[in-house]
């Protein structure tokens, strides 16, 4: 992102501000089959201020990073604010003032690769899928890097300059079976530039080699018995479940809406097994997929804990938020482009792991599934949730039997929760999730694996 000073403006502020200069930077590359289908690289970049007055914001944003464009974007936003607050008089008074300095550049010391060696990597990773699996009908690799960087300076002194990058690649395996297809996707990657995320393609024939003999067993596999079942629900799930069914309820603008976790904090809403935060930035000791030390309002971000041994315990808050329900602001306001107002996010959201082994978890179910992988999926403010499960196994008398086709599960959310009966004591997280309220943004999904009660679909 070209060099800027934002610090030279800060005169211009006449009310609390908010001045943040943003870059988003992408590389895609596809290949279908051997071919490459996609191969771009973007960059999306400006400048954006927010202001606020007495509980009315004013936002403008700019693809320009000039004086001129600066300081019109200022006085377009700070004039927005004063419109609004003439109209709206709202009279909610001051932000909380939480000023910190932060910089966190995960930026690679390895030289970068060009976009010619980017396509080259893609296909030596295909040329081995075709020598190691020929039986395949389909094969596709899907590379992506988003680079966001962000320079922000607020009126109540805080100033923070982040890059965090993440680097992916996913790849789809199709198989015919009886004249249909069945496929199977994996992810790879994660947090980092991509020379840090990989090193080489031979990084993840491990991985597709597992991905391999899970496709080759899904494609003998059953459909499951629709009904409500024990389930083992793995990571993955456990993850998109905390997420998209819990999460989002928790996110203090939606239970100012009406989600249903309002009328639950400080009551049992999980299992005592169940403890669930959005982790800030390090999670056990260890950075977490999608790190913020800062979010777009200033804020130093602090882990969120939303339930504790099965208790509701609080919200995800920007400084509104914290200042309507009289905590203190959570780090939770993020914006995905520079032309986006920063709204309450989740950063990494993960269930706390426990104490048991998943073979114990597995072998302690008489007659139900052990569900690994996750599709898309939906959730509403009433925690009522259903996800797509692409690859799972029977579990008969404590043994993993045959692998079943794609199925859901559904359910709401907080009650599943409190049939959790075992947590896993490992932790895993996933690597490539985004959110798409509003905005897509990256975050980070994950935990334990968990026992539970669950529907799960049929044929």
């Not at 970049?45 to 914001?57: E, L, M, Q, T």
């Not at 996110?251 to 009328?263: F, I, N, Q, T």
């Not at 000791?285 to 979010?295: L, S």
């Not at 959201?349 to 007659?367: E, F, H, Q, R």
Request: charged share 25%; with cysteine; net charge negative.
């Amino acid at each position: 992102m070209r060099n800027v000073d934002l610090r030279e403006f800060s005169g211009l502020f006449k009310a609390y501000t908010e001045l943040r200069a943003q870059e988003n930077r992408t590389v895609s590359i596809l290949a279908v089959k051997g071919s490459i289908a996609s191969n771009s690289r973007t960059d999306i970049g400006g400048i954006s201020a927010r202001v606020y007055k007495d509980g009315s914001w004013g936002f403008a944003s700019s693809p320009d990073l000039s004086r001129e464009a600066i300081t019109s974007v200022i006085k377009a936003a700070s004039e927005n604010a004063a419109f609004l607050d003439s109209r709206e008089k709202k009279g909610k008074g001051a932000l909380p003032s939480t000023p910190v300095t932060s910089e966190n550049l995960f930026k690679t010391t390895k030289p970068r690769l060009s976009q010619k060696e980017l396509v080259e990597f893609v296909r030596e990773i295909d040329n081995h899928i075709l020598k190691a699996y020929p039986n395949l009908s389909s094969r596709t690799i899907s590379l992506n890097c988003l680079d966001m960087e962000k320079i922000l300076l607020t009126s109540d002194g805080s100033y923070s300059h982040s890059l965090i990058p993440r680097s992916t690649i996913r790849v789809t395996m199709t198989v015919e079976k009886d004249g249909k297809p069945v496929d199977l996707s994996s992810v790879y990657g994660g947090l980092g530039q991509f020379e840090d995320a990989f090193e080489s393609p031979g990084d993840i024939y491990g991985g597709l080699q597992t991905h391999f003999e899970h496709l080759m067993k899904k494609s003998e596999g059953v459909f499951a018995d629709a009904g409500v079942k024990t389930c083992v629900l793995d990571a993955e799930l456990a993850g998109i479940l905390a997420h998209e069914a819990i999460g989002h309820t928790t996110e203090a603008d939606l239970v100012l809406g009406g989600s249903v976790a309002g009328p639950l904090l400080n009551k049992e809403a999980a299992s005592p097994l169940v403890t669930l935060v959005d982790f800030a930035n390090t999670a056990l000791g260890v950075t977490c997929p999608v790190p913020v030390y800062v979010d777009d309002e200033g804020t130093r971000a602090e882990d969120a804990v939303l339930i504790e041994k099965g208790i509701l315990k609080g919200y995800m808050h920007s400084k509104e938020s914290a200042a309507h329900f009289g905590v203190a602001p959570t780090g939770n306001a993020r914006a995905f482009q520079f032309s986006d107002e920063p709204l309450i996010r989740m950063r990494n959201t993960a269930i706390l792991p426990g104490t048991s082994k998943l073979a114990d978890m597995i072998a302690s179910v008489d007659d139900g599934y052990y569900l690994i992988r996750p599709s898309n999926g939906q959730a509403d403010s009433t925690s009522e949730f259903m996800f797509g499960v692409t690859l799972g196994y029977e579990i008969k008398n404590g043994k993993l039997g045959r692998a079943i086709r794609d199925t859901t599960i559904s359910g709401v959310a907080f009650e599943l929760l409190k049939s959790v009966t075992m947590v896993s004591d490992d932790m895993k997280w996933t690597c490539a999730g985004m959110c798409g309220k509003k905005q897509a943004i990256p975050v980070g999904m994950g935990g334990p694996a968990i026992k539970c009660v669950v529907s799960i679909g049929g044929r």
